[in-house]
């Protein structure tokens, strides 16, 4: 039961975790495929 | 029956085939269209209306030539020797060359009328067949918990456990579980939402689900590749496929007919159809899920299908080639379609495989929830791993014997 609910708080701790990172790699925003960087 | 998992797998790896093959043209039919000085006729225009595949190569090709201008001196010798039709069929069929300042490649498609196709894929027969698919495995299951009743412990519990999963088996199975249920969900949520809860909850309601959605559902997907990982790693020598699976497979696993429980390993054959279906399928919606959080990024599928066609079992099934060409928007399209459609597949299984772990059949919760399950459970269901298992704990027994008495 322990194992179980270490899996369902694993969720939650990676689901937050992995918002932080992508949120700072800026992916999927709109700088990302219209801004400056991208301009050829 | 290892053929038929076998042709399953290949029918399912080679779907997109057809959601693919929508542009193939259909060169058995010849239409005159002198008449229309080569442009569409009306047969044209409803045998598409009649969903009939066109060779459309007669208006794709049909982009003008610049080499062919009048000269500067001649009549109309400034307009060029490309027309306005032949400038947006140019455009339309990708051969337009396009320069963006912004945007990349994606910018260079200006039109890209495969979206159409896939959102009416998306609306109607991936709504259609996979809700149909989910309703129709949870009846089943029903029908067969009616009829079967659920798989009892044949000579009941004897009150003396054995150690199945270890903890940190059942946390990557817990992590692997849970994640799935919750992007099922969304996912179910992002697809269904405008049909069933917009009517039920208004359009903002949705929206603010659809929001959430969307967050819980691209976040908690990293938890489940984790998850994948780690269930691969741990159960992959266990679930090789050897002859004790087909013995296991004639005999209905004791459950489909009659009560004599074949004997099994770790994991019996059902088990390991249930381990390759999670990491084969799960590995591909993974794989074009990460695809669609980097749009345009990881394109897949020109680079599947070329590697497809050079097999040539497409051809040899008179499926003809797949496209090699796509639009980086096509690339998205058909990753979310191939996403969503073994996303439903795999749900089918699963509710299969919770059915079995929980109400189906007594005993089987245990392995997963304490880890402990009864012997007689592991005695009926999975006798060769229960006399390794006791083999093992009589030699760790009486090392510990030997060294105690040294």
């Given amino acids: 039961m322990k194992a179980m609910l270490l899996g369902f708080l694993a969720i939650i701790v990676i689901a937050i975790g992995a918002s932080n990172i992508l949120g700072t790699l800026g992916y999927s925003s709109s700088d990302r495929y219209s801004g400056a960087a991208v301009r050829n | 029956m290892l053929r038929m998992a076998l042709a399953l797998v290949l029918m399912l790896t080679l779907a997109p085939a057809g959601f693919a093959q929508e542009s193939t043209p259909d060169t058995t039919a010849e239409i005159d269209r002198s008449a229309t000085g080569g ?4 047969e044209d225009i409803l045998a598409r209306q009649a969903g009939q595949k066109l060779d459309d190569s007669f208006r794709s090709g049909a982009v003008g030539d610049p080499d062919n201008a009048a000269g500067i001196a001649s009549q109309l010798g400034t307009l060029g020797g490309v027309s306005d039709a032949e400038t947006w069929r140019a455009l ?23 979206g159409m196709r896939w ?31 659920r798989i009892k412990i044949d000579d009941g519990r004897t009150g003396r456990t054995v150690t199945r999963f270890k903890a940190i088996e059942r946390f990557g199975h817990w992590l692997l579980a849970g994640s799935f249920i919750v992007l099922g969900l969304t996912g179910l949520l992002v697809l269904f939402g405008r049909v069933f809860l917009v009517p039920l909850f208004g359009k903002d309601a949705n929206a603010f ?16 590749i984790l998850g994948l990982v780690m269930i691969f790693v741990m159960w992959v020598v266990h679930n090789i496929p050897n002859r004790t699976d ?47 959080l980097f749009p345009f990024d990881l394109p897949l599928f020109a680079k599947s299908f070329h590697m497809l ?17 796509l639009a980086p928007q096509e690339e998205m399209q058909l990753a979310q379609a191939w996403h969503a459609i073994l996303a439903f597949v795999l749900m089918a299984i699963v509710f299969a495989h919770i059915y079995i772990g929980s109400v189906g059949m007594e005993g089987a919760y245990d392995a997963m929830g304490t880890g402990e399950v009864d012997e007689a459970w592991a005695e009926q269901h999975h006798s060769i791993w229960l ?7 009589r030699d760790t027994n009486g090392n510990a014997a030997k060294t105690a008495a040294e």
């Fill in chain 2, 39 to 42: 442009a569409q006729t009306l």
């Fill in chain 2, 92 to 114: 339309r069929y990708g051969s337009a060359n396009v320069k963006v300042s912004a945007g990349g490649d994606v910018a260079t498609v200006l039109v890209q009328d495969g």
């Fill in chain 2, 119 to 149: 959102h009416e894929f998306r609306d109607t027969t991936l709504r259609t067949y996979g809700g149909w698919l989910l309703i129709g495995t949870l009846v089943a299951l029903l029908v067969f918990y009616v009829l079967h009743g």
């Fill in chain 2, 209 to 224: 689900l659809l929001v959430w959605s969307k967050w819980v559902h691209n976040n908690v997907a990293w938890a489940f």
């Fill in chain 2, 246 to 292: 087909l013995h296991w497979l004639r005999k209905g696993g004791g459950i489909l007919f009659g009560h004599d429980h074949p004997p099994a390993k770790k994991f019996n054959a059902g088990q390991k159809m249930i381990f390759w279906s999670v990491i084969l399928f799960g590995g591909s919606i993974a794989l074009t899920g990460v695809s669609l």
């Fill in chain 2, 309 to 325: 066609n050079a097999t040539g079992l497409l051809q040899m099934i008179g499926m003809g080639e797949l496209p090699v060409q």
């Fill in chain 2, 387 to 393: 006399e390794e298992y006791k083999a093992a704990e």
